[in-house]
Nanobody, 121 residues
Framework: VLLQASGGGLVQAGGSLRLSCAAS????????MGWYRQAPGKERELVAD???????TYADSVKGRFTISRDNAKNSVYLQMNSLKPEDSAVYYC????????????????WGQGTQVTVSS
């Protein structure tokens, strides 16, 4: 299974970016998908998580500014980031909890390669 992320870049404070991540490979099903980020010298942290059904989770620091969504038919997850701040600068990683083919009931945790988001002040 491969997660391919895209959409990062350089933007001024107050601007917007949209991240995309598509999962491909021997996928039986995907439960939760999400976005994490890691800034230099800091630990990786959850940005937003979207389950197959149920409540979406956002980090307090991005609530009201970021929106996560997914397209199950495309095995994809998206992150719309508005009103970006310099403190949002980080490498953003997509994540997916996947059941692979053949489906044994076991779920596996996969990560994308990361995409850099830089917000200038």
């Amino acid at each position: 299974v491969l997660l391919q992320a895209s959409g990062g870049g350089l933007v001024q404070a107050g601007g917007s970016l949209r991240l995309s991540c598509a999962a491909s490979g021997s996928i039986s099903s995907i439960s939760a998908m999400g976005w994490y980020r890691q800034a230099p010298g800091k630990e990786r942290e959850l940005v937003a998580d979207i389950p197959t059904s149920g409540r979406i989770t956002y980090a307090d620091s991005v609530k009201g500014r970021f929106t996560i969504s997914r397209d199950n038919a495309k095995n994809s997850v998206y992150l719309q980031m508005n009103s970006l701040k310099p403190e949002d600068s980080a490498v953003y990683y997509c994540n997916a909890i996947v059941a692979v083919v053949p489906d044994t009931g076991r779920m596996y945790n996969y990560w994308g390669q990361g995409t850099q988001v830089t917000v200038s002040s």
